[in-house]
């Protein structure tokens, strides 16, 4: 058995930024809007959703990883749009990738990659 797609939920107390942030900057296809809640398709079979939240508590660890060919392109954008890149783009020897890091409206951090090891690329 296996499962056909899936969805992670965070919290969010500015669900206006929050929208704004994943349909105009990541420009990420909305794929359900709940009202207090918005599901954004990220690929094939992955979500995100974003749940509006009195109170919340950003997780330490909790990293959204988007995996793309374009991390230089996205830095780029990122810029365009004036958000704070917090580790521009280097080569992690260590697990044999390209990334960058930035933090979405409510804080999460947020790594753009690119896998660099032979068995994950096509």
């Known amino acids: 058995m296996s499962f056909d797609s899936f969805i992670t939920f965070l919290p969010t107390q500015d669900l ?3 929208t704004h942030f994943y349909e105009h900057v990541l420009k990420l296809p909305l794929e359900l809007d709940q009202t207090s809640c918005r599901i954004y398709r990220i690929a094939q079979g992955g979500f995100i959703g974003f749940c509006a939240k009195t109170e919340i508590k950003i997780q330490e ?3 959204l990883t988007l995996v793309t060919e374009n991390v230089d392109e996205w830095e780029q954008i990122f810029t365009e749009h004036h958000l704070p890149i917090e580790t521009p783009p280097t080569f992690n020897s260590d697990y044999q990738i ?3 890091f930035v933090r979405d409206p409510n804080g999460y951090l947020i ?3 690119r896998f ?3 068995r994950w690329t096509s």
Do not use: A, L, N, R
């Open 116 to 118: 660099e090891d032979p």
């Open 16 to 18: 206006e930024k929050t």
């Open 98 to 100: 390209y990334q960058m």
């Open 111 to 113: 790594e753009i990659q």
């Open 61 to 63: 660890g909790v990293i």
